[in-house]
């Protein structure tokens, strides 16, 4: 039987949920330990597609710092974060720059894109 303990990061609570495969429940996986329906979706995307934001930098050049923080617009699957990140650790992008700007379309074809999460003017 597939187990796993996970510890629940959808609210401050942190349930501790374990969840098991049982094909004799509608999700297919049946969790214990979830305090409300958040939880157990959460359990289960995690046990069938595990997916994650990525908040990183990107190199700029003509700001007043010279990294810029920016994050993915929806989770990715956790299997392409690392294709994702050597995308991103390319990039470099020229001040100014303005919260929500795009900084990469499509990242690997997924339709999410990396988007700027600060502000930056020209100096």
């Avoid at 297919?28 to 990525?54: F, L, Q, S």
């Amino acid at each position: 039987m597939d187990t796993r303990e996970l510890v629940c990061i959808i609210c401050p609570i942190g349930c501790r949920m374990t969840v098991v495969k049982d094909d004799y429940v509608s999700l297919g996986y049946k969790v214990t330990g979830n305090t409300c329906n958040r939880g157990e979706a959460y359990a289960v995307k995690e046990m069938t597609n595990p997916t994650r934001v990525i908040p990183t930098t990107v190199k700029i050049k003509n700001a007043q710092l010279n990294r810029l923080p920016v994050k993915t617009n929806a989770p990715v699957p956790k299997g392409l974060i690392f294709e994702c990140m050597n995308i991103i650790n390319k990039v470099e992008v020229e001040a100014p720059v303005r919260l929500g700007d795009i900084i990469i379309e499509n990242i690997l074809g997924t339709g999410i894109d990396v988007v700027a999460t600060k502000t930056m003017e020209k100096i």
